[in-house]
């Protein structure tokens, strides 16, 4: 079983892991590291013990935070994994397309109508 040196606080530990899993213990390591850095930048040197136990629940809280997020998200992902088969297995018997009513047409051809007439009553007293 390998042993490992690593830096948390300022501080180096020995610690034991599986053969391999050195990578996993090294990233853990920085993890508590960076939190540990923070408390020592907030609150100074401290019992080794305490700023452990600091790093660790702040290290804990965020992970609890990630949690929620995750569950929240999948809860999400469910709900329109549901929607879509549901609208999957339902297609709508119609489509309807937004059409323009023959009024409002008509309506733009004579506005049209009108501007040539004006453009063409311009044009004559212009020439």
């Known amino acids: 079983m390998p042993e490992v040196n690593?830096?948390?606080?300022?501080?180096?530990f020995q610690v034991a892991c599986q053969t391999g899993e050195e990578h996993f213990l090294q990233s853990a390591a920085k993890l508590l590291d960076n939190e540990a850095s923070v408390l020592?930048?907030?609150?100074?040197?401290?019992?080794?013990?305490?700023?452990?136990?600091?790093a660790g629940l702040m290290l804990a809280d965020k992970t609890a935070g990630l949690e929620e997020e995750l569950r929240a998200a999948e809860a999400r992902i469910e709900a329109q994994t549901k929607e879509?088969?549901?609208?999957?297995?339902?297609?709508?018997?119609?489509?309807?397309?937004?059409?323009?009513?023959?009024?409002?047409?008509?309506?733009?051809?004579?506005?049209?109508?009108?501007?040539?007439?004006l453009a063409d009553s311009i044009e004559a007293k212009a020439g």
Request: a negative charge; hydrophobic letters at 45%.
């Open 6 to 12: 690593i830096d948390i606080g300022g501080r180096t």
């Open 40 to 54: 020592a930048e907030q609150i100074g040197r401290m019992p080794e013990t305490r700023m452990l136990l600091m």
């Open 84 to 117: 879509l088969t549901t609208l999957k297995s339902s297609p709508p018997d119609k489509v309807e397309v937004a059409v323009i009513p023959p009024q409002i047409s008509d309506s733009m051809a004579e506005i049209a109508a009108r501007a040539e007439a």
